[in-house]
């Protein structure tokens, strides 16, 4: 079984310097799973940062030269349909950069392969691939489909295998010439924040001018009340009669 693992042009979150992402890392490992040999993939101007990989597991890393400001998925859908795997394996998301996480889906849509995100385990049969995937609040989900297919990797899956150095001098990089495709898109403005005003509740919109004054500034909540050392039966009893305003307690029984 063919494995790759797509690379992204990450940094550190700490020092900023060139290093593989977490999960693309563990993305390495979940392949490992399932074959022997795992690749990766990499398409961007510099490949430092996919560089170590290689010591994690990378058998062979294949750099897919671009210039600043190009669309990796071009290359990338050549260069995996010059040696199709089975399956392709990616992070969520870019570890620097726009970071917006569609390129995965936009090769799988190139390729015409399915996709499945957030996986934690994977596991492979008859030739039909088993997905466990990472839902919120720690629930699972399993898929099964035929291969080839896209994966991306949940940060819940198994830690990465560790740096190893005479792995990483036995890789092999691969330099190729990428395809020149410019990003096509809407210009971005940036603009320095402001905060908003606030909006004057819907019930005092027909109001009077005091009324949506107050609206606007009197502070919204159950209300309460202020009390300077009380008594030990005063205070309790108003937290009992606070705890039953807001509906915590049932309200007292008269006899």
Known sequence: MKALVLLSDARHPVSGRPAPAATELQAVALAHTLADEVNGLHAGPDAEAARGALGHGLTRLEHRQLTAGDDPLPSLVAAIGTAPPDLVLAGPRAGAGAQTGLLPYCLAEALGWPIVADAVSLAVADGVLEVIQALPKGARRRWR????????????????????????????????????????????????????????????????????LKAATQATGPGGQVMVAPPPEAAARAILDHLRAIGVLKPAERG
């Open 145 to 212: 489909m035929r291969l080839p297919a896209v994966i991306t990797v949940h940060p819940a899956a198994p830690a990465a295998a560790s740096f190893a150095l005479g792995v990483a001098r036995k890789g092999q990089v691969v330099e190729t010439p990428g395809l020149p495709a410019r990003i096509e898109g809407p210009p971005v403005a940036e603009r320095p924040y402001r905060p908003r005003p606030r909006l004057i509740a819907s019930a005092a919109a027909g109001a009077g001018a005091a009324e949506r």
